[in-house]
C-alpha cells in the first residue's frame, strides 16, 4: 500500500494542534506539560489504529510496537518554550504514516523530552541506559521541579522498559534546523553523522549590595563576572575550534534579578558542540579553567553542574545507502550527503543498534521559533524517501 500523503499532512497539523501558541505554526508542548501528555495519549489512539500495540515507559517515551522484530523509527513529540511544529513531530508522524502503508513490520517512537527540559534528549537517554534513572530523577528543569515529579504525571500510563533487542535499527526524519538545503534549493539531506555534545551550568556567587551605594572597585558582581567569562572564551577557542564548532550561552538567571541591585548570583548554561570527542575536551578544559580565573579575579565562588553530553556518531552505512536510493529516486541532483550540527534521539539510540537520519528542508534555516516552517512539497518528498529507504532495506 501506498502511503498517504493527505492522512500523513492532515495527522501532522492536528498534532500542531495541542499545545498550539497562537502565532503561526508555533506550539508550546514543553515535555510533561498537560499539551505534550494530551499529545502523547492521541499518538496512542493512533498507533493502534494502525494495528501497532501502543506502549508507554516509565519515563514518557511512547512506542507503537509492531509485532516480532521490526525497524524501529521515530523522534520526539515534546517542543522547545516556544517551539516550532515540525521539530520531532516530523519524524513521529512520517514514522507512523510509513508504518501503517508497508507491509514490512514497522515499530513507532515519540521519546520524551529530548527538547531537554531536563537534560539532554533525557528519553531517549534513559532507554539506551546512557542515563541512569536514578540519576535522570535528581535533574531539575529551571523552575526547580525534578524529573521524577515531572514524570509522576504519566505513572498511570507508564508500563515497563522496552527491549531495545526486538528492533533491527533505527531511522528518525527531521528537518535540518539550519540553512543549507534551504538556500541551495535541495530537498533531502542524508545524514553522515551527529556532532557531539557538552551541557553544564556554571554558577558565580559574589555579593548583593544597593546599586547606588556600591563603589565600582568595591563590587563583587556576579553578572560581571558572566560578562568577562564571555568574552575570554571566545578569544581562548580561536586556536581551537573549526567553523564548524559552536558554543551558547543559552540562558542566564540572575538574583535576585532587580534593576537597583548589584547582582549576588548568576547562573548560566554553557553549551558546546563539535564533531571530534578531543576537542570537545579541549573546550571543556579552557571554559572550566576561565570560570576559575575569573572568579578568583572578582572575588567570587564558583560551581560547576553536573556535566551532560553525548559523543559524536556516525550513521550506519547500510542504513544510509538505503536513503541515499531513496532521495536519489525521489530528488534526483537535489539532495546531498550532510553532517548534523543539532543533536538528536539517534545519538542515544546509536548505543543499541544501527541508525540513520534523513532530513528536509527548514525554510530559512528557523528552528526553535514560532516562524519554524517546511514546504509541505518538501515534507511529502521526505516521507516518500522514507518509505522507498524502508522498500530498499527489504527487512
Known amino acids: 500500500m501506498a502511503v498517504d500523503h493527505t492522512r500523513f499532512l492532515a495527522d501532522l497539523h492536528k498534532l500542531r494542534s495541542f499545545g498550539a501558541s497562537g502565532v503561526g505554526k508555533g506550539v508550546i508542548r514543553p ?18 489504529d494502525a494495528g501497532l500495540t501502543p506502549h508507554f515507559d516509565p519515563v514518557g517515551n511512547l512506542f507503537g510496537l509492531a509485532e516480532g522484530q521490526s525497524l524501529l523509527m521515530g523522534s520526539h513529540s515534546d517542543s522547545q518554550p516556544e517551539g516550532g511544529w515540525l521539530d520531532g513531530a516530523l519524524g513521529v508522524i512520517a514514522a507512523l504514516e510509513v508504518a501503517r502503508s508497508s507491509d514490512l513490520p514497522i515499530s513507532v517512537v515519540s521519546f520524551q523530552d529530548e527538547e531537554g527540559r531536563f537534560g539532554v534528549t533525557t528519553g531517549s537517554a534513559v532507554w539506551s541506559k546512557g542515563l541512569l534513572l536514578s540519576k535522570a530523577d535528581t535533574l531539575t528543569d ?3 521541579t525534578t524529573f521524577r515529579d515531572a514524570r509522576s504525571s504519566m505513572t498511570d500510563l507508564a508500563a515497563g522498559f522496552v527491549d531495545p533487542a526486538r528492533f533491527r535499527g533505527f531511522i528518525e526524519m527531521h528537518i535540518e534546523q539550519g540553512p543549507t538545503l534551504d538556500s541551495n534549493d535541495e530537498k533531502i539531506g542524508v545524514v553522515t553523522d551527529i556532532v557531539g555534545i557538552r551541557d553544564m551550568v556554571i554558577t558565580f556567587d559574589g555579593q548583593q549590595n544597593h546599586a547606588g551605594t556600591t563603589p565600582m572597585h568595591l563590587r563583587r558582581d556576579a553578572f560581571q563576572a558572566v560578562s568577562v567569562f564571555n568574552t575570554r572564551i571566545n578569544d581562548l577557542f580561536r586556536n581551537v575550534v573549526t567553523p564548524q564548532t559552536v558554543w551558547t550561552i543559552g540562558r542566564v538567571d540572575l538574583h535576585p534579578n532587580a534593576s537597583s541591585i548589584v547582582p549576588g548570583r548568576a547562573r548560566f548554561s554553557m ?9 570537545l575536551g579541549r573546550m571543556e578544559a579552557i571554559i572550566r579553567d576561565t570560570a576559575q580565573d575569573v572568579a578568583a579575579e572578582l572575588d567570587l565562588s564558583l560551581d560547576f553542574g553536573p556535566m551532560l553530553g553525548l559523543e559524536p556518531v556516525a550513521m550506519d552505512g547500510a542504513l544510509r545507502r538505503a536513503l541515499q536510493v531513496g532521495a536519489e529516486q525521489v530528488a534526483p541532483g537535489k539532495w546531498r550527503d550532510m553532517p548534523s550540527g543539532a543533536l538528536h534521539d539517534a545519538t542515544n539510540v546509536s548505543q543499541l543498534m544501527p541508525v540513520a537520519m534523513l532530513f528536509v528542508p527548514s525554510i530559512n534555516g528557523i528552528s526553535h521559533d514560532f516562524a519554524e516552517d517546511t514546504a509541505e512539497d518538501d515534507l511529502v518528498a521526505g516521507l516518500r524517501v522514507l518509505d522507498l529507504a524502508v522498500r530498499e532495506l527489504g527487512l
Open 271 to 279: 553549551q558546546w558542540r563539535d564533531g571530534d570527542s578531543d576537542r
Open 31 to 48: 515535555a510533561y506539560s498537560e499539551a505534550d501528555i494530551a499529545a502523547r495519549k492521541w499518538l496512542a489512539e493512533r498507533m493502534s
Open 142 to 144: 529551571a523552575s526547580g
